[in-house]
């Protein structure tokens, strides 16, 4: 840098980082300043948010569709802080219409106008279930990440449970309380025994080509999936303490990896389901996972979304300095 040449250069940051002023020399000895903004880009936070009982899924879609997506909900909500440039948020986690997100999680880079401090973790979440509050969709937490952070693809593992009812010999034997938040099958009780069986041919690392459902990405996904987990367990309805003569029983199906295919978790679930209803036998799963061809799954044997829910989305602790999932 010349001392006394073209020009000489300062540049100090003020304000976290968000104003650079400029200072140089001009060939007449004139000073000069000229002052920069820059703009608030490096804020990305992780929002974990819920939806309830009538969720339309979190599949962006366009403005000439009837169905209105949670990422639309979500975007649309985030304008209403005034940001300086459009906001997309990232969403960990796509669910389909009708699949219930106990706690989901999605990022963004959103940008203030110069002069405007930082958004603080709470402002955020408060703003945004303010303008959020018509919608079924609640924001339970924010926290500040790297520009490297990404919902989707910094995510460790993805936890889904399925709400099973048995004993109930037609649909509307279901507790009011309780439709559209679980699957009653046909046919009452389902054997535990042989379903426990089954599943923990699906734990491990396998092309689950059989397991998925076809859609427009199917051609660049890779079938091979490493499921860590897969438990059935009884579990407890919403305020079934009222009808505990009735001898209904609720049970849980418990899924975690780092990432499923397309409707992978319902085709699982469904596969166990007819295990249970003495349709396939255990062994029978194994070999499906063995002919990696999604038209081999038995037909109209998918689970139906009702009783799906995404538990929770798992981050390294030098992502998020505490759990996605508050209160776990």
């Known amino acids: 840098m010349k001392a006394c040449g ?12 968000l104003q650079i002023t400029l200072l140089f020399k001009a060939e007449n000895h004139q000073f000069h300043y000229k002052r920069l903004w820059r703009p608030l ?12 009982t009538d969720p339309s899924g979190v599949m962006e879609t366009s403005s000439n569709q009837s169905l209105i997506g949670v990422q639309n909900y979500l975007e649309k909500a985030v304008q209403n802080l005034k940001p300086v440039a459009p906001v997309k948020f990232h969403i960990s986690s796509r669910t389909d219409a009708g699949v219930h997100a106990l ?26 279930n303010r303008h959020l509050k018509p919608e079924p969709i609640c924001i339970l937490n924010a926290y500040r990440v790297s520009s490297s952070f990404h919902a989707r693809f910094s ?8 709400r099973l009812l048995m004993g109930c010999s ?49 051609p660049f996904q890779n079938p091979v999936r490493t499921i860590f987990q897969v438990d ?10 009222h009808y505990e003569h009735r001898g209904l029983e609720f049970w849980e199906l418990k899924f975690r990896s780092r990432s ?14 007819a295990v249970g209803q003495g349709k396939l036998t255990p062994h029978r799963i194994k070999e499906l996972l ?29 992502d998020l300095d505490t759990t996605v999932a508050p209160g776990e």
């Not at 540049?11 to 976290?16: F, G, R, V």
């Open 170 to 218: 037609h649909h509307s034997e279901i507790p009011v309380f309780e439709r559209d938040l679980c699957w009653a099958p046909v046919g009452g009780y389902l054997n535990v025994p042989a379903m426990q069986e089954a599943a923990q041919f699906l734990v491990g690392t396998h092309d689950f080509s059989t397991f998925r459902s076809l859609n427009s990405e199917t």
């Open 290 to 318: 063995e002919l990696k061809d999604s038209l081999a799954f038995p037909p109209n044997a998918m689970a139906p979304p009702s009783g799906l829910f995404l538990k929770s989305v798992e981050y390294s602790e030098a």
């Open 41 to 52: 880009c490096e804020l990305k936070a992780s929002w974990i948010f819920l939806f309830k």
């Open 6 to 17: 073209c020009f000489c250069l300062r540049a100090y940051a003020q304000a976290q980082g």
């Open 232 to 241: 059935i367990q009884p579990s407890s309805g919403f305020l079934s303490h």
């Open 155 to 162: 995510a460790l593992s993805r936890t889904y449970i399925y």
């Open 103 to 128: 706690c989901n999680s999605a990022h963004l880079d959103i940008q203030r106008a110069p002069g405007k401090p930082a958004f603080e973790e709470k402002q955020l979440v408060y703003g945004l």
């Open 260 to 273: 499923f295919l397309y409707r992978q978790v319902r085709r699982m679930v469904g596969a166990l389901v």
